[in-house]
């Protein structure tokens, strides 16, 4: 009798401390102290953030001096929209050590023409800018590649391109996730750099990529939006290989 009383509280015990850690570990996540990935500074020297309106009022010295290298800031979206925190980002971003690149979130609803003419009427070159970045994303209704016309969006996605470097004289960058490079990018943009979203796993075995999205779920100092996170990302090459690119 003794011995299985014994086993119980053996049993009980390590099922609450398997409760514990869970909990623990998932209070850790959501405060963006723990991630699951964590590139090797070693390998990937250059680290930089994306940030929108979400992020709200940053202070740009204290945001930059984490060991921030760069910044892509949201500066329109479809035909229409601009990011109303972009201008005030923009310039004052500009005015510290990072290196800065726009991005522009991709509409499958608008012409091409009209979203290229947006981004380059909102975002004026500054010094060392990196090249301009299309986010290509599904989102609301259009959740799968059946929910899109495949051939017209690709010609959509092509005016931009051609027309933004035109525009700034260098390739833009494509923004990425598993599903719009396969269904959109991967056959047809390899003229393209890519910037690819992979927060849970490194970058697929096979994919070249220039920028990696790994962690959505950041916390730094120097903001003050409704969003608690930010998302980070590396450079694939060097310090030396950074300062030089395009």
């Known amino acids: 009798m003794n011995e299985n009383k014994t086993a119980k509280k053996i049993i009980l015990t390590v099922i609450i401390a398997i409760i514990i850690s869970a909990v623990v570990f998932a209070l850790l996540f959501f405060f963006g102290v723990l991630h699951f990935n964590n590139p090797d500074p070693n390998e990937y020297p250059i680290v930089g953030v994306d940030v929108s309106h979400y992020q709200g009022d940053i202070d740009w010295e204290t945001l930059s ?12 979206e479809g035909s229409s929209l601009i990011d109303p925190c972009f201008m005030k980002n923009w310039s004052a971003a500009a005015k510290t050590k990072i290196r800065i690149g726009a991005y522009h979130f991709f509409s499958f609803e608008s012409s091409g023409e009209q979203q290229a003419a947006l981004f380059s ?3 004026e ?6 090249p301009p970045v299309i986010d290509v994303e599904y989102y609301g209704r259009f959740k799968t590649k059946a929910d899109v016309n495949l051939p017209e969006i690709k010609n959509k996605l092509r005016l931009i391109v051609d027309i933004l470097t035109e525009e700034y004289g260098v390739k833009p960058i494509l923004y990425c996730d598993e599903k719009t490079y396969a269904d959109i ?5 390899s003229d393209c750099d890519l910037w690819y979203r992979s927060v849970y796993t490194s970058v697929p075995s096979g994919i070249e990529w220039t920028f990696w999205q790994y962690s959505s779920r950041h916390v730094l100092k120097g903001y003050s939006g409704k969003e608690l ?4 990302n590396v450079f694939a090459g060097t310090k030396e290989d950074f300062y030089s690119y395009p």
């Open 125 to 130: 070159s500054v010094d060392e800018m990196l």
């Open 185 to 189: 990018i991967k056959d047809d943009f």
């Open 65 to 76: 001096a984490q060991n921030i290298d760069f910044a892509f800031i949201k500066a329109t």
């Open 229 to 232: 996170y930010i998302d980070m």
């Open 121 to 123: 009427d909102t975002v």
